[in-house]
């Protein structure tokens, strides 16, 4: 993907993955203080 064509469609599905993302690191890793921190996206 080119982040410089990026538009509202492509946000709104970065974002759906990034939740999805968010949501396998706190079943792989339940403490998430050894994780990069997802809000800093």
Do not use: H, I
């Not at 993955?17 to 800093?40: C, I, Y």
């Amino acid at each position: 993907m080119e982040p410089d064509a990026f538009d509202d469609n492509d946000v709104e599905t970065l974002e759906t993955l990034a939740d999805q993302w968010r949501w396998q690191l706190k079943t792989f890793n339940s403490t998430g203080s050894s994780v990069t921190n997802p809000e800093a996206w």
